[in-house]
Nanobody, 125 residues
Framework: QVRLIEAGGGSVQAGDSLRLSCVVSDGTFSRYAMAWFRQPPGNEREFVAGVSWTGGATKYEDSVKGRFTISRDNAKNTVYLQMNSLKPEDTAVYYC??????????????????WGQGTQVTVSS
């Protein structure tokens, strides 16, 4: 069973930065596309950012473009989400996800193979 261990959430002020990390307990990390989703209070889960299994392609939700950066380190089985210029509307539980099998789709929720436990990010104004 693949396990995803997330870290880096917390409570910050608007304009601050946070970096989330997600370690995948599986030696085949290099074949996984990875993505971050978030679920704001009272809202549905939504896509935030994704990175291809090659690391050569990234995708972002419009509201985070230019502020968030997703990256991966295959040597450490880890994916990161660097979040800059945080806004109160970024407040949510953030989830790390795995898409197995050299995935190259659009990062839809039904296609996720594994979910992390989630980490809370709270941004106050």
């Amino acid at each position: 069973q693949v396990r995803l261990i997330e870290a880096g959430g917390g409570s910050v002020q608007a304009g601050d930065s946070l970096r989330l990390s997600c370690v995948v307990s599986d030696g085949t990390f290099s074949r996984y596309a990875m993505a971050w989703f978030r679920q704001p209070p009272g809202n549905e889960r939504e896509f935030v950012a994704g990175v291809s299994w090659t690391g050569g392609a990234t995708k972002y939700e419009d509201s985070v473009k230019g502020r968030f950066t997703i990256s991966r380190d295959n040597a450490k089985n880890t994916v990161y989400l660097q979040m800059n210029s945080l806004k109160p509307e970024d407040t949510a539980v953030y989830y790390c996800t795995v898409y197995d099998g050299y995935y190259s789709g659009g990062y839809s929720i039904p296609e996720v193979d594994y979910w992390g436990q989630g980490t809370q990010v709270t941004v106050s104004s």
